[in-house]
């Protein structure tokens, strides 16, 4: 079942919410059980097969789960810890890698050793990757003693929970569970306020703006896939095109979760905010799938770098020195760790030599910015100066490598990536639709002596996407969005207001009045109006 539904908005949310306050005015416990129960229809909804595949991974995690929490952090038992540790580990891995990568290696056998093994197309069940990050983490919590008690109720609200379940925010226990043990028993209308605004203000950048990008974006996808020759400015629509789509998709589904949530009394962590403001790489990956980055960060980057600075300061090898690093140091302790984090968060994302190779590009452009920021003080002495002059410029550049890694992110094969890229740096030439040359009149002697030559079709979609991508980069990086308008009343786990703002501080802040009513009003209807269609938000993929 889709957030973008009619399904959805007019059957499923109504009733989940009415059931949940009606049940909660008689007992808490009972209104988290009926949660669990519509999360589970939830999952269900569009293949009741999906339970029965998640079920037995969802048990065997909290079989081991419990046994951790039974060894606890004895001294004694440490090594029987890490051991059912390392299992459950390894059982998620396994669990994930059969489902989603087993046709993908039989595919890489196939390549490399020119075999016939033949593909399974095995069924992927719904969000499975975000599901195994976060029995993952939720393993490695108890284990460390982060977690120190739960019940099976517990457990199947934090992983079932249906406004983060198929794509996120990937949130740890410790933050979720107190709020479910507080969650408010009557209709708060700060809640269903807020959580109204954010669900229709997801609604709308999903189906108006994210959709109505798809059908002008997904043509030349295809033209790169069957007769190629991408031109330099179809070239740049592609990859700035279907940047600003999984922009607003992704945006969209974020406020739309913390929205559903939100209707609950319950805030999920946030997980997106303004990502191409970011001025680099760096501070991209701050913003972007935030909650991923987090994982990551935590679980596979800290570890790793832990563990290589203690091997290289007991070979007698200087550790990271800041400024003073020296080469080895830094791409032992630095280098390495990224490229293998980004590998990792690369073969998350999907089963494909694109997906790798788009995860190891991120993690180029973080060693290369990483580097960078080691060399500014050599370089710039004046902080501030070297601030004003170069935001501008690294917020640029960052855009360029976000939108070049996104169109293998997007393309469907290596040769069509590699097509829409040559075009970006015009080994394809500058070519125009025709109806568009028809109409340059006397220009046109001049835009064939510079060498730019018509295409046939596909005008139209030319326009408006120089329209939509101008308009919307403005959007994107001039206007406060979500988190910043309705922080005074935390949209999300820990946003709030900075200590002595005014409250109208940010420009459109939100507020519980009449004309925002009507406003969030306005964009509900566009929402639903413009509903329908194939649709599909692109991080359920994952």
Not at 402 to 425: E, H, N, P, Q, Y
């Amino acid at each position: 079942m889709l957030f973008n539904s009619h399904t959805f908005i007019f059957g499923f949310l109504p009733m989940t919410f009415i059931g949940f306050y009606s049940i909660a005015l008689l007992s808490r416990p009972w209104a988290l059980r009926w949660l669990i129960f519509a999360s589970l229809s939830f999952y269900a909804w569009w293949r009741p097969l999906n339970v029965l595949i998640i079920a037995p991974s969802i048990l065997v995690n909290f079989a081991l789960a419990r046994l951790l929490l039974r060894l606890g952090a004895d001294d004694t038992r440490r090594r029987l810890s890490l051991t059912v540790l390392i299992a459950g580990l390894a059982f998620n891995v396994a669990f994930l890698g059969v489902f989603k990568y087993t046709d993908f290696f039989r595919g890489a056998m196939n390549d490399v050793f020119g075999t016939s093994l033949v593909m399974t197309h095995i069924i992927l069940p719904l969000g499975i990757s975000f599901i195994t990050f976060q029995k993952i983490a939720f393993l490695i919590d108890i284990q460390a003693g982060r977690v120190r008690s739960f019940t099976l109720q517990d457990y199947c609200l934090f992983v079932l929970f249906f406004p983060q379940l198929i794509a996120g925010p990937i949130v740890h226990f410790r933050e979720m569970m107190p709020q479910f043990h507080v969650a408010p028993q009557r209709i708060d209308k700060e809640h269903l306020a807020v959580g109204v605004t954010l669900f229709f203000s997801g609604l709308f950048k999903k189906v108006f703006i994210a959709d109505s990008l798809a059908p002008l974006v997904t043509p030349i996808y295809e033209q790169a896939v069957g007769s190629g020759g991408t031109s330099f400015l179809l070239a740049w629509m592609a990859a700035i095109g279907f940047t600003l789509q999984i922009y607003f998709d992704f945006s969209g589904y974020t406020d739309m979760a913390l929205g559903c949530a939100r209707l609950f009394g319950i805030r999920l962590p946030p997980n997106f905010n303004s990502p191409l403001k970011a001025s680099s790489i760096i501070d991209f990956w701050l913003r972007w799938h935030m909650t991923l980055t987090r994982f990551l960060t935590a679980y596979i980057y800290n570890p790793l770098l832990l563990h290589l600075t203690r091997r290289r300061l007991a070979a007698g090898l200087p550790g990271f020195g800041g400024s003073h690093t020296t080469a080895g140091a830094f791409f032992h302790l630095l280098a390495l760790p990224t490229l293998l984090t980004m590998f990792i968060s690369g073969v998350w994302h999907g089963a494909g030599y694109l997906f790798i190779l788009w995860g190891l590009l991120h993690g180029v452009f973080l060693i290369i910015n990483h580097g960078w920021r080691l060399l500014v003080p050599r370089l710039w002495p004046d902080r501030a100066r070297y601030v004003r002059a170069m935001t501008p410029l690294g917020t640029a550049l960052t855009l360029i490598c976000v939108a070049t890694a996104m169109v293998l992110f997007r393309s469907s094969s290596i040769a069509a990536a590699a097509d829409i890229l040559k075009g970006m740096i015009g080994l394809h030439g500058l070519a125009l639709p025709q109806p568009i040359y028809d109409h340059l009149g006397p220009l046109a002697g001049a835009a064939h002596a510079l060498g730019v030559t018509a295409t046939q079709g596909g005008g139209r979609s030319f326009l408006l996407l120089m329209m939509w991508i101008p308009i919307l980069l403005l959007v994107v990086l001039t206007c406060p969005n979500t988190l910043q308008m309705l922080a005074p009343y935390e949209p999300a786990l820990g946003v709030k207001r900075p200590p002595g703002d005014r409250p109208r501080a940010v420009a459109l802040a939100w507020e519980a009045s009449l004309p925002w009513a009507l406003v969030v009003s306005v964009v509900a209807a566009v929402g639903v109006y413009s509903l329908g269609g194939q649709s599909e938000f692109l991080y359920w993929q994952f």
